[in-house]
């Protein structure tokens, strides 16, 4: 998700005030690889998808690949560590095509690095970078672990998150559970925790930002819980001023057999 740019002042009263503890780990995460869609709120079939995630030792690597039907791309390389809590080592987000108004790729390192990939006027790509400080823990890339960590009883939690439109920003996610909700899998009916994540702005950009239209919309994703908890559905803006889509878990399908 991208916001527009803070002011400053705003910029370094959020991020005295507003960072949290890293989220202790509850399930570890593992080897595994699942299947996505995006479709529009209408159900129109936008991309497909795969989530790849390899785990070795305390370290975890996942990538999520969005390939869409305009032939855009949305693709997310997150290397992470679970040794108690949650600690991001480093975030690489592209997105380009028709469905990304304003392409991004970004690289994250935990040591406050960051890297932005862009094409010059001359269509040749340049390199820029410069240092952030960041909070331990930061969340880019690992947002659906975070939360498949939380339970439907968790209090709220504030998770920072850099988030850019030209120069990067640190903001904030209030996250917190909003009950549950019903659904089927093969007629038989489960349970998911609806979890609200909200953007929060801070200072005086996000007192206006509502005022003049500009805040971004609540972003909600359903987990089911358990020994071995599910990613359900999530509803919101993959970039900010963009459509609310829709991501779910999709299953394979076969051609009618032939004899």
């Not at 910029?11 to 996505?36: C, D, K, M, W, Y």
């Not at 392409?103 to 932005?116: K, S, V, Y």
């Not at 805040?215 to 909600?220: A, I, L, T």
Request: hydrophobic share 40%.
């Amino acid at each position: 998700m991208h916001v527009r740019p803070l002011h400053l002042a705003s910029l370094a009263l959020l991020a005295s005030n507003l960072f949290a503890e890293p989220i202790p780990v509850r399930h570890i995460q593992g080897t595994a690889h699942g299947f996505l869609s995006i479709r529009s709120l209408d159900g129109k079939l936008l991309a497909a998808g795969d989530l790849i995630q390899v785990a070795h030792a305390d370290r975890v690597t996942s990538r999520l690949t969005f390939h869409f039907r305009d032939g855009s791309l949305d693709d997310e390389t997150t290397t992470f560590t679970q040794s108690g809590s949650f600690h991001l080592i480093s975030d690489h987000h592209i997105q380009r095509g028709p469905s990304f108004p304003k392409p991004l790729d970004l690289t994250i390192e935990a040591n406050g690095q960051l890297t932005f990939r862009i094409l010059g006027g001359d269509g040749k790509p340049q390199t820029t970078q410069e240092h952030m400080d960041l909070p331990p823990d930061v969340a880019n890339g690992m947002q659906l672990t975070l939360l498949m960590n939380l339970s439907a009883d968790s209090p709220e939690i504030k998770v920072p998150f850099v988030v850019t439109v030209g120069k990067p920003r640190l903001i904030h996610f209030a996250v917190k559970p909003e009950g549950e909700e019903t659904f089927t899998i093969g007629g038989v009916h489960r349970k998911a925790t609806d979890f609200t994540v909200k953007p929060e702005l801070g200072g005086l950009v996000g007192l206006v930002a509502p005022l003049v239209g500009k805040q971004p919309p609540d972003c909600h994703v359903w987990i089911m819980e358990g020994l071995a908890p599910a990613f359900i559905r999530e509803e919101g803006q993959l970039y900010y001023g963009g459509p609310i889509w829709r991501i779910e878990q999709i299953s394979a399908a076969f051609p009618a057999a032939t004899r």
